[in-house]
């Protein structure tokens, strides 16, 4: 069995695939992807995944680049590393995937785009990896709905970076080599979120003060807290849309392609403004950072009826003194009014005076809806901009080991011969890599962010239909001082438990001797987060237990078919479990085991250390997702989960 299963962005997509067990003594199985032309590389183990209730095995291969036709099949090997034959061969051609991938988001499917499939932008053809092929800031898919030619508008290619190359896939301002995550505007690549040192505030901010509604803290649809309006030099001059009779009735477009989805707090970021006041000077923002390296967002959106057209609002945008945007328009960037658009810049704070960035007025008062500082670390993961070279694979790679064993055989005594035979039997074996290098539980063929645990960049958190909250949940359903409501050192906020079957009870540490959570130390949480602060630790201060002995714990939420990826997080924090094999359990999602006497202990290292262990589950029964904690020893325990869902 071999099908399309997901296609997230672009130029690579995930496929399933399937196969009946062996009939022999197989203890694990290795898949191997071959491409057009090549026929070197490796097989990939994958170990023994389960088999599924219809007696097949099903896998996830990811990160397929889009082009090339890929060639499947598996093999299947026994205790002492003898291989099968491979299975048969199994393929997928571009055509096939052109059918239901959208590589650039613009709505189209690059079937429709790559008309005669032949990977070329032939006349009368939009380009697949570009959602607005003329340039004209209208998606393709949009201007096709409107009835309008997508291949027509000016400028027919993006405009040049300075020194003349690259692309802004994004419109986020950056091109080419400039972007460190070329097709997502925000850049969430590049690290976490930037701390004010001197208000201790996350540089997460909503530009406004004033009195309305859309003002102050707002939580996003990512579960995202953007923080009250802060850091600015002049008096606050805070304006609201005033676009279609205004507040809810002023609609901005553009939103879920910075985000990934859409709701009432989010849209309030845009609906109001921080604007120039002209009898001051130029509008200045100051945050209290450390030298380093950083990733400047600003978010815009026109929402005065007096800017609507483009060139009716024009100013400058500097940062440490540079100019880095000249004659900024908000309307131009984001091809049409009440419509949101970000402005990225990598910046190096190296003054020790922290960053400081401002606006200059051309034509009318600079104003700006939102601002984002990112820590500038090296991208785990950068999503490509073009298909990677055929020949790369980022699977742990297998090397052929020959092992030669002799068996002489000594005849009765007085005889004059032996008889000696020579056994060669060649075994694929690991040569370098690591299958699993971030401990998340995912081999290096399915896992999406083979360097973070976490698995950030799969997508954004997803939310529970019925009780209209985000599935980020710190597991405890005590009135511990532990349990409830924290926001993590990330920004993230983890809402207090819900979503359970017949509630076990509320646990806290007890380990290191200590009754009281406050002085259990948690190790391991910077590696899953990273960063480590005291509202963080609570989510591993704390756990849901089992009512009883060898009882199981449930859970169901209430989110639509599809593909998503689920994070288990754990930490020993009972003494009655703090060595390996005191508490065992299966871990079940949608019906099938995808980890059999699972041992926390074992998995991270030692007790009161944290781990995560990650499934990526489809969902398709329309009955949402149920998980289940299957008790083989002990009692289960759980201390934190979040679902993300595909951008």
């Known amino acids: 069995m071999l099908q399309i299963a997901t296609a997230p962005c672009a130029s690579a997509y995930t496929a399933l695939i399937g196969w009946q067990p062996s009939t022999g003594s197989a203890t694990g199985y290795a898949v191997s992807v071959q491409y057009d032309g090549q026929t070197d590389n490796p097989p990939a183990d994958v170990g023994l995944p389960p088999t599924e209730a219809d007696g097949t095995i099903r896998l996830m291969v990811m990160g397929l680049p889009l082009g090339p036709t890929a060639y499947f099949s598996v093999l299947a090997y026994n205790d002492a590393g003898v291989f099968s034959a491979p299975s048969r061969v199994l393929a997928i051609d571009y055509a096939a995937v052109a059918e239901v991938v959208d590589s650039d988001g613009d709505g189209l499917l690059d079937a429709d785009e790559d008309i005669d499939l032949d990977q070329l932008i032939d006349p009368g053809e939009t380009d697949p990896n570009n959602p607005d092929t003329d340039g004209d800031g209208i998606s393709d898919g949009d201007e096709l709905d409107d009835g309008g030619d997508p291949t027509s508008g000016p400028p027919t290619t993006p405009p040049p970076t300075p020194d003349g190359e690259g692309e802004d896939l994004d419109n986020d301002g950056l091109m080419g080599a400039t972007d460190p995550c070329p097709v997502d505007p925000r850049n969430l690549c590049v690290g976490p979120v930037a701390h004010d040192e001197a208000s201790g505030d996350l540089i997460r901010i909503n530009a406004n003060v004033s009195e309305n509604e859309c003002t102050g803290q707002k939580i996003d649809c990512n579960g995202d807290r953007w923080s009250a309006d802060g850091g600015y030099n002049q008096p606050e001059k805070g304006r609201s849309c005033d676009l279609d009779g205004g507040g809810e009735a002023c609609v901005i477009g553009g939103i879920a392609q910075l985000f990934g989805c859409d709701d009432e707090e989010t849209e309030d970021l845009f609906q109001c403004e921080h604007s120039d006041r002209r009898s001051e000077p130029h509008l200045f923002y100051d945050f209290a950072v450390a030298d380093g390296t950083y990733v400047l967002n600003l978010y815009f959106a026109n929402t005065y009826s007096g800017t609507r057209l483009i060139g009716e609002r024009v100013f400058d945008i500097f940062a440490e003194g540079a100019l880095l945007t000249k004659d900024f328009d908000q309307v131009a960037a984001a091809g049409g009014d009440a419509r949101a658009v970000v402005r990225s810049y990598v910046i190096e704070v190296e003054d020790g005076n922290g960053l400081s960035f401002h606006f200059e007025r051309i034509r009318q008062a600079p104003s700006v809806k939102a601002i984002e500082l990112l820590h500038y670390d090296a991208p785990t993961q950068p999503p490509p901009t073009t298909p990677p070279d055929s020949t790369t694979t980022t699977t742990t790679t297998l090397a052929a080991v020959t092992t030669t064993t002799t068996t002489t055989t000594t005849l009765a005594p007085g005889a004059t011969s032996t008889t000696t035979t020579t056994t060669t039997t060649t075994t694929m074996q690991p040569v370098s890599g690591c299958d699993d290098c971030d401990n998340d539980g995912l081999g290096a063929l399915e896992d999406p962010c083979p360097n973070d645990p976490r698995n950030a960049c799969y997508g954004y958190v997803a939310t529970d239909r019925s009780y209209r909250r985000i599935v980020r949940i710190n597991a405890d359903p005590s009135d ?81 078919d599809g593909e998503y990826l689920l994070n288990l997080m754990f930490a020993n924090i009972h003494r009655s479990g703090s060595n390996a094999g005191d508490r065992l359990f299966d871990i079940e999602v949608e019906g099938t085991t995808a980890y059999a006497r699972f041992d926390t202990v074992v998995a991270a290292g030692d007790t009161q250390t944290a781990v995560t262990r990650s499934v990526v589950v489809q969902v398709s029964d329309g009955n949402g997702l149920d998980i289940t904690l299957r008790a083989v020893k002990g009692r289960v325990s759980i201390n934190a989960l979040e679902l993300l869902q595909r951008k």
Not at 484 to 510: H, P, T
Not at 539 to 557: K, P, Q, S, T, V
């Open 480 to 560: 511990s001082d532990c349990a409830g409501s924290y926001r993590a050192c990330d920004g993230n906020m983890w809402l207090r438990d819900f979503g359970y079957k017949d509630a076990g009870r509320g646990r806290d540490c007890d380990g290191s001797g200590d009754e009281f959570h406050g002085e259990c130390v948690i190790s391991g949480i910077e590696a899953s987060f990273g960063c480590e602060s005291a509202a963080t630790s609570e989510l591993f201060r704390c756990a849901h237990r089992a009512r009883r002995w060898g009882d199981d714990l449930e859970y169901r939420f209430d989110v639509d």
